[in-house]
T-cell receptor, first 111, second 113 residues
Framework: DAGITQSPRHKVTETGTPVTLRCHQTENHRYMYWYRQDPGHGLRLIHYSYGVKDTDKGEVSDGYSVSRSKTEDFLLTLESATSSQTSVYFC??????????FGPGTRLTVT | DQQVKQNSPSLSVQEGRISILNCDYTNSMFDYFLWYKKYPAEGPTFLISISSIKDKNEDGRFTVFLNKSAKHLSLHIVPSQPGDSAVYFCAATITSGTYKYIFGTGTRLKVLA
């Protein structure tokens, strides 16, 4: 257990509203990732970070932005939520770029 | 373009028997592969991995085999136990690159008691 927490764990929001999901880690891992999990698609990378203020896009980054101002926190923002962003979101951390440690997930519903 | 594929969405196996989960990839640059296990309402947990310089890695009941020429890896669980019932994801990465991971779509394993 790499000490990863996600908040909130569940959220229901309306289309067009901004949403921010938080990932917090206590392990001082360099790498942090945001994934979404959808039926039939597995886990898809949204954005990742390889250091404080160093971020890059993943496979499905449209409509999402991220920020990492401290080693321990990685924020995922949906500027204007859409129904297609209803999903389960997982944060993960890693050290050398090999195995990853996942958080418990955030279930987001956009109505 | 799905670079990592798990073509079997589900698999049922009798307790005590072998479970074989398969994964195919298309990018020959991938040089490190991982398997994760996921229970409902939890995050995935790391199970076992293999580097492309090896063709087999074993950890207790879990063995991963890599066939680079076929771009295929498999996870063997022997003997299978009811607690192994979960969704299994394979993932691949290029370790000299940007440490991005590509995951398969998952295989749901059900071990029947």
């Amino acid at each position: 257990d790499a000490g990863i927490t996600q908040s909130p764990r569940h959220k229901v929001t309306e289309t067009g509203t901004p949403v921010t999901l938080r990932c917090h880690q206590t392990e001082n891992h360099r790498y942090m990732y945001w994934y979404r999990q959808d039926p039939g698609h597995g886990l898809r990378l949204i954005h990742y970070s390889y250091g404080v203020k160093d971020t890059d896009k993943g496979e499905v980054s449209d409509g999402y932005s991220v920020s990492r101002s401290k080693t321990e926190d990685f924020l995922l923002t949906l500027e204007s939520a859409t129904s297609s962003q209803t999903s389960v979101y997982f944060c993960a951390t890693g050290t050398s770029g090999y195995e990853q440690y996942f958080g418990p997930g955030t279930r987001l519903t956009v109505t | 373009d799905q670079q990592v594929k798990q073509n079997s969405p589900s698999l049922s196996v009798q307790e005590g028997r072998i479970s074989i989960l398969n994964c195919d990839y298309t990018n020959s640059m991938f040089d490190y592969f991982l398997w994760y296990k996921k229970y409902p309402a939890e995050g995935p947990t790391f199970l076992i991995s293999i580097s492309s310089i090896k063709d087999k890695n074993e950890d207790g009941r879990f063995t991963v085999f890599l066939n680079k020429s076929a771009k295929h890896l498999s996870l063997h669980i022997v003997p299978s136990q009811p607690g192994d019932s979960a969704v299994y994801f394979c993932a691949a990465t290029i370790t000299s690159g940007t440490y991005k991971y590509i995951f398969g779509t998952g295989t749901r394993l059900k071990v029947l008691a």
